[in-house]
């Protein structure tokens, strides 16, 4: 599961390439995976960041039938 930024923009801690830094991520995009669980948890309660609901799994498409070769 994810979370998706509702406010303007959170600042969180995550990897960047040569470690770890706070950065900036704005309104509509989902949180990193590595954020600290403390800190997205701080930003669900201040309303700041919404849990992203799982995608549906697209449904398969059907075979056509076989033509009926009844004689």
């Given amino acids: 599961m994810g979370y998706v930024v509702t406010a303007g ?6 990897a960047v390439p040569g470690g770890r830094a706070r950065v900036d991520i704005p309104r509509g995009s989902v949180l990193p995976g590595d954020v600290p669980d403390e800190d997205v948890q701080r930003l669900v309660r201040l309303g700041h960041v919404a849990e992203q609901p799982k995608p549906e799994p697209e449904p398969k498409p059907r075979k056509a039938a076989a033509p009926n070769k009844a004689k």
């Fill in 9 to 14: 923009f959170v600042t969180v801690e995550t």
